[in-house]
């Protein structure tokens, strides 16, 4: 593969001019011809080129739109959502107390009313709050992709390490003392 475009032109050189030598009345014919061929397949190449590039250049963006739209560190980030008439509703779902938010056109934004009652959706809501809590004392989801993320680690306390420990021992209380 190292010589193939250099062996290929020279193959098509000598071809055109052994064609030139031996049948000359054919010559603009072929050169014609292998011009057509080699522009069509250039044409093809390019296309193909282009429409690679911008596959892979949708990709990226939808993979970056997706990427904006999950939890980090915690907390879900404002989502943008585009009503009917044009206008922009940015949406904090953090803020939602529901199971489900509804955006409509006329009335903005609605919560459902969960079916087990607000007592339980609210006991919900706060575990659901811890976790998120829980969840912010770790590094970020980025923190081993960036090129910073390498100086923050995770955590490294199992409860394997704490099985074998004996407890500390404390000192022995000092003895009361009475003063005459």
């Known amino acids: 593969?190292?010589?193939?475009?250099?062996s290929f032109?020279?193959?098509?050189?000598?071809?055109?001019l052994a064609l030139g030598f031996w049948r000359p009345d054919l010559l603009a014919g072929a050169t014609v011809f292998i011009g057509w061929y080699l522009a069509a397949l250039l044409g093809i190449?390019?296309?193909?080129?282009?429409?690679?590039?911008g596959l892979a250049g949708w990709l990226v963006w939808r993979k970056?739109?997706?990427?904006?739209?999950?939890?980090?560190?915690?907390?879900?980030?404002?989502?943008r959502v585009k009503l009917h008439d044009g206008a922009v509703l940015y949406y904090d779902p953090n803020q939602s107390v529901g199971p489900a938010t509804i955006v409509h056109p006329q009335?903005?934004?609605?919560?459902?009313?969960?079916?087990?009652?607000?007592?339980?959706?609210?006991?919900?809501?706060?575990a659901v709050e811890r976790t998120r809590q829980l969840q912010a004392m770790y590094p970020g989801d980025d923190a081993r992709m960036n090129r910073h993320g390498a100086r923050s680690a995770v955590p490294r306390a199992?409860?394997?390490q704490f099985r074998d420990q004996k407890p500390a021992r404390l000192p022995a209380p000092p003895e009361p003392v009475t003063i005459d």
């Open 9 to 16: 032109f020279a193959f098509l050189t000598v071809l055109i």
């Open 45 to 53: 190449v390019l296309v193909a080129l282009t429409v690679g590039a």
């Open 1 to 6: 593969m190292k010589w193939f475009w250099f």
């Open 64 to 79: 970056g739109r997706l990427a904006s739209l999950r939890q980090r560190d915690g907390a879900f980030p404002i989502q």
């Open 158 to 160: 199992s409860a394997a």
């Open 107 to 126: 009335y903005g934004l609605i919560e459902v009313a969960p079916q087990a009652g607000w007592d339980v959706q609210l006991a919900v809501r706060l």
